[in-house]
């Protein structure tokens, strides 16, 4: 299994990357920095350099040819309105465009709760983001591709527990970076697990456990 990251250098990204290479999954992780190409070398995988905004669809379908699956955990992270768009609105929107033009069906996105933030001091700024990320979830789930949408509660860097709370809707709540990298490392390999909505919260089924309960029953024969 091939599996191309765009985000591999994040809080997540790295993590899964890891996971991955673990168990013997060939990873590709594009970078914009050279910083970012050194911590996804660190973990194993092999680094790509792009640019999620500068890159043309057809310059990423030329890097996601031959993959098996595109994981995407890339975002802007508080720089900007305009970044917001770019990265995880229009992002989104490019990479599932060039995931199908190179033949590779299975796409993971890793989104943001619905509830986060509310009722806090976040500013225009994060409903912006908010607002970004949905539709972006919008447009994937319009998709032909075997999509998977993550959506995590706020993330903790507090090691994970092997444990979550996974289904359609849930109530808010934290969850670790660590156990959302396990998650997205069990969906990998579970390929029937797609075109669906996931809220991913801190819980106590075993993530194998949690993976294989969302499976849609007729798909388990």
Same mark, same amino acid.
């Given at each position: 299994?091939?599996?191309?990251?765009?985000?591999?250098?994040?809080? $997540?990204?790295?993590?899964?990357?890891?996971?991955? $290479?673990?168990?013997?999954?060939?990873v590709s992780g594009m970078?914009?920095?050279?910083?970012?190409?050194?911590?996804?070398?660190?973990?194993?995988?092999?680094?790509?350099?792009?640019?999620?905004?500068?890159?043309?669809?057809?310059?990423?379908?030329?890097?996601?040819?031959?993959?098996?699956? $595109?994981?995407f955990s890339a975002g802007?992270?508080?720089?900007?309105?305009?970044?917001?768009?770019?990265?995880?609105?229009?992002?989104?929107?490019?990479?599932?465009?060039?995931?199908?033009?190179?033949?590779?069906?299975?796409?993971?996105?890793?989104?943001?709760?619905?509830?986060?933030?509310?009722?806090?001091?976040?500013?225009?700024?994060?409903?912006?983001?908010?607002?970004?990320?949905?539709?972006?979830?919008?447009?994937?789930?319009?998709?032909?591709?075997?999509?998977?949408?993550?959506?995590?509660?706020?993330?903790?860097?507090?090691?994970?527990?092997?444990?979550?709370?996974?289904?359609?809707?849930?109530?808010?709540?934290?969850?670790?970076?660590?156990?959302?990298?396990?998650?997205?490392?069990?969906?990998?390999?579970?390929?029937?697990?797609?075109?669906? $909505?996931?809220?991913?919260?801190?819980?106590?089924?075993?993530?194998?456990?949690?993976?294989?309960?969302?499976?849609?029953?007729?798909?388990?024969?």
């Amino acid at each position: 299994m091939k599996v191309f990251q765009i985000g591999a250098a994040g809080g $997540v990204g790295r993590r899964l990357s890891a996971l991955l $290479v673990a168990r013997g999954v060939e990873v590709s992780g594009m970078h914009r920095a050279g910083a970012q190409a050194a911590t996804i070398a660190e973990q194993g995988a092999t680094p790509v350099a792009g640019d999620l905004v500068a890159d043309s669809v057809d310059e990423l379908a030329a890097k996601l040819a031959g993959h098996d699956a $595109v994981v995407f955990s890339a975002g802007a992270h508080g720089t900007g309105r305009d970044q917001t768009s770019a990265i995880d609105g229009e992002g989104v929107v490019k990479a599932a465009a060039a995931a199908a033009q190179a033949g590779v069906s299975r796409f993971l996105l890793v989104s943001v709760f619905p509830e986060a933030g509310r009722g806090g001091e976040l500013g225009e700024g994060f409903e912006h983001y908010v607002r970004v990320k949905k539709d972006a979830d919008a447009h994937l789930a319009a998709t032909d591709l075997d999509w998977l949408i993550v959506r995590p509660g706020t993330l903790v860097d507090s090691p994970g527990t092997g444990t979550v709370a996974a289904r359609a809707a849930l109530e808010y709540g934290d969850v670790p970076r660590d156990d959302v990298a396990a998650f997205l490392d069990a969906a990998l390999a579970q390929p029937r697990l797609n075109r669906s $909505v996931v809220e991913l919260t801190a819980g106590p089924t075993p993530v194998a456990d949690a993976v294989a309960a969302l499976v849609p029953r007729a798909a388990r024969r």
